[in-house]
């Protein structure tokens, strides 16, 4: 059944993560952390005009104090992560999202075989670089883009495909298909057409990888051992469905924030432009300011006190990293975006055993954006006419557009 014209999975998904509706969340998060670091919360306060999904309840447990945010996220025995297998293991299948340890690190410590400092380098080389450049020849002689369209939320999702091997003529339908997968809640039926959908797009791939194998993510998953047996092609599926959105959701947003702060701050702009050694601390700021991600849930295993509240077996917890990363009790002015602040680690990649595990790719992927953006368009600024540029949403932040205009090449 063909979709409706004006159909937009992208702007779909955006909408219901609140962006366009909520605008800033952190006063209310800083009210709930002056209250308290947890507090027991409707969830229809999380999820806005749209339904409760069906395994939600009524109330979560929203953790929003730095402190008690690490607690949870080191303490798996007690914090589980399985509520992910009635969620997002719907359409995934099952994934290192949901698992718990020891199974986790069995699982995790092959996916991080393509994550390495030599694989990081080559893709930066090989692959990174040559997305970034060929967008920004698209609008470099104009004076003028839209860096969300054109660069950031394309870029990221070319190089998470380009890693898993899939061919570039697949790229768009993969990004499409990777953003309906993680709408189950707003609409499961094509949530789960989407799942198919993907694996049948990696199943093209992945025989030919078992037969010869290329130096690509699929052909890693294809020939790595577990416990001296080859993975089975549907757990093959299930790790690449979670890579999908991993890889083009966040990053594009978290990219999307640095550039907002500084271009909404031309002075810090111009110091990174005049010292590219500013560069990793402007990263970890724009993490810390704007997190893309701003909460992720954890399932209580027993009854457990946590920050003075009493959280009862298998109730959801809500870790709001965003509302950690502006605790005033560990950052000073912890709502102003500064990259010369000193520098203190931040929650916005998680904590702990299930830490983000694609940060490093990221960062870099964030950095050779900037660097291109910084060499080949002088004088970038925020185009002076556009309306109210701003970060919006509130399960994903990001802003909706970046108007800016510079020196045509």
Not at 6 to 21: L, T
Not at 131 to 160: C, K, N, Q
């Amino acid at each position: 059944m063909a979709e409706p014209a004006a159909y937009d999975p992208f702007d779909e998904f955006n909408r219901a993560q609140g962006m366009g509706r909520v605008r800033d969340p952190y006063p209310y998060f800083a009210e709930l952390r002056r209250k308290g670091p947890v507090h027991r919360v409707p969830v229809q306060r999380l999820v806005g005009d749209h339904p409760r999904p069906p395994t939600m309840p009524d109330h979560v447990y929203m953790v929003v104090g730095h402190d008690a945010v690490a607690q949870v996220l080191l303490d798996g025995a007690t914090f589980s992560s399985r509520v992910y297998a009635g969620t997002m293991g719907v359409v995934m299948g099952r994934t290192i999202l949901e698992m718990d340890e020891p199974e986790h690190a069995r699982f995790r410590g092959l996916l991080q075989k393509a994550f390495t400092k030599r694989a990081l380098d080559r893709w930066e080389r090989e692959l990174v670089r040559p997305v970034v450049h060929a967008l920004v020849d698209r609008f470099a002689e104009r004076g003028r883009a839209d860096l969300v369209r054109e660069l950031t939320f394309p870029f990221p999702v070319s190089v998470i495909a380009g890693m898993i091997g899939l061919d570039e003529r697949d790229h768009a339908e993969f990004h499409r298909l990777a953003v309906e997968l993680i709408s189950i809640a707003i609409d499961p039926l094509r949530g789960l057409r989407a799942s198919q959908s993907l694996r049948e797009l990696f199943a093209r791939v992945l025989a030919e990888r078992r037969r010869e194998p290329r130096d690509d993510l699929m052909s890693v998953l294809a020939h790595a051992e577990l416990d001296g047996t080859r993975l089975e092609d549907e757990a093959i599926y299930a790790f690449l469905r979670l890579l999908a959105p991993a890889g083009a959701e966040t990053t594009y947003r978290s990219s999307s924030n640095l550039l907002f702060g500084l271009l909404s701050h031309p002075e810090q702009l111009a110091a990174v432009r005049a010292d590219r050694a500013l560069l990793p601390q402007a990263i970890e700021e724009g993490l810390r300011w704007e997190a893309p991600l701003t909460s992720i849930m954890r399932t209580a295993t027993r009854d457990v006190v946590l920050g003075g509240v009493r959280i009862p077996r298998d109730a959801i917890i809500s870790v709001n990293l965003a509302a950690a990363n502006r605790d005033e009790t560990r950052y000073e002015r912890p709502d102003a975006f500064d990259i010369q602040r000193p520098q203190k680690p931040h929650l916005a990649f998680a904590f702990g055993a299930h830490r983000c595990l694609g940060m490093h790719l990221a960062r870099m992927e964030t950095a050779v954006a900037l660097n291109a953006l910084l060499e080949r368009l002088p004088n970038l600024r925020l185009d002076p006419d556009a309306a109210d540029v701003h970060v919006t949403g509130l399960t994903f932040r990001s802003p909706i557009a970046l108007p800016v205009v510079f020196d045509p090449a």
